[in-house]
């Protein structure tokens, strides 16, 4: 049996625990997608240089639901959200479909 060498790595440390399970990875890569939509959309509007409530008054919502699209663990992300908020940055929203490394 092939010795696996030590990492503190903590992508390489799930990817050797989940191995070859579908399921698993399709569900973390679900939480990751989220977890990068959240951050952009944070990043995006600490750029910018706004509050939270200032991003919210401008795309007609309430801070709370800034609060809510850049929490990690939120599911709720849409596409027309995201307009609004690249709208209102002056930035263009760009969606992509890439090929899927595990079907190859």
Request: glycine residues 6%; without cysteine; aromatic residues 0%.
């Amino acid at each position: 049996m092939a010795k696996t060498r030590k990492t503190t790595d903590a992508v390489r440390i799930i990817d050797r625990m989940v191995g070859d399970d579908r399921e698993l990875r399709a569900m973390i890569d679900e939480e990751r997608a989220g977890a990068e939509i959240a951050q952009l959309i944070h990043d995006a509007r600490t750029k910018a240089g706004l509050t939270q409530r200032e991003l919210a008054e401008l795309i007609g919502t309430s801070q709370p639901t800034i609060a809510r699209l850049e929490d990690a663990d939120y599911d709720g992300h849409s596409l027309g959200m995201l307009r609004r908020i690249a709208a209102a940055l002056h930035l263009r929203l760009e969606v992509r479909l890439v090929p899927d490394q595990e079907a190859a």
